[in-house]
């Protein structure tokens, strides 16, 4: 059976220090440190200089902030994208994923929002969604153009539910899914999960259930396909998709599965395999020649469908 590459096996070893939810012995605030630390350890070196700003928007709640990154020559033509992020909808904050938008802004010449929204446990489905609705209507207000969404795992499964249903006067021209979760019932079952999802690839298949079941919290079913995107019956406002799929994800056949479903509705659905990598790898790709390979050839296709 083939395993991970070399460079992957080394980002495993610091993933070791990013506990899943909900085991004794650890507190919330401190698996929430060690993911965001993990997470911002970005090697890759500077392309070139970018612009950042800090902007705190009510419709994110809290007084949560959206991290606004800009190419320092913007082309006013382009679109802006909307980066949601991952964590299982309980971990991860814009600043983790700073130094990604970085990236991306340079390789698309695009401005990046990350924004922070609201996680569970502490606020329950729908409140992201209704969060992250309410930014892109800023963002599309904002900034005049049409917006790409884009999310890795938890935040691929926003991602893909804002773009079925983008909110009234919003323009989304394409999303990108990382390796997302687009299958949330409880009782969902996988090859992928099965064969990944034990503890050696980084993310288990335990912690997939019991991030969805949080995130859903006691009002919100599984089963709707504001929760569960491949239960989806409307694609009439759903973007071209590109699928960055890691083999050794247990979340690799929801992904596959999810992408044949649009592909059969008429959407573009663009899939991309990253060999012998995991979940997560995107945020890696500094230290991942796979990840980099693959962020890269999305980055370039995107280039060519909004030149």
Known sequence: ??????????????????????????????????????????????????????????ALGNERRC????????????????????????????????????????????????????????????????????????????FKTKLILMGDSAGGNLTAVLSNHPPEGVEIGAQVLFYPVIDLRPDASYPSRK???????????????????????????????????????????TPPTWHLLPEFDPLHDEGQAYAELLSQNGIRSEVIIAQRTIHGCASFAGRIPEADRCLKLICAQLNEEFS
């Open 67 to 142: 991290l606004i990154v800009e190419p320092l020559t913007p082309d006013a033509e382009r679109p802006s994208l909307v980066f949601i992020h991952g964590g299982g909808w309980s971990l991860g904050t814009a600043l983790a994923y700073a130094p990604l938008a970085r990236w991306l802004s340079v390789e698309l010449n695009m401005r990046v929002l990350v924004p922070d929204f609201p996680q569970a446990p502490e606020e329950e489905a729908p409140a992201a969604l209704n969060a992250l609705s309410e930014l892109l209507v800023w963002a599309s207000e904002r």
């Open 1 to 58: 059976m083939p395993s991970p590459d070399p460079s992957t096996k080394a980002i495993l070893k610091d993933l070791s220090e990013v506990k899943e939810l909900n085991v004794p012995g650890f507190e919330l605030s401190d698996i929430r440190a060690a993911y965001d630390r993990v997470f911002a350890a970005w090697p890759a070196p500077s392309l070139k200089p970018t612009e950042e700003s800090w902007v705190s928007l009510k």
């Open 195 to 237: 064969a990944y999802g034990k503890g050696k690839h980084f993310l288990t298949e335990p912690a997939i259930i019991g991030a969805g079941m949080q995130y859903c919290g006691r009002s919100t079913e599984p089963t709707s396909s504001l929760m569960t995107p491949l239960l989806e019956t409307d694609f009439s406002k």
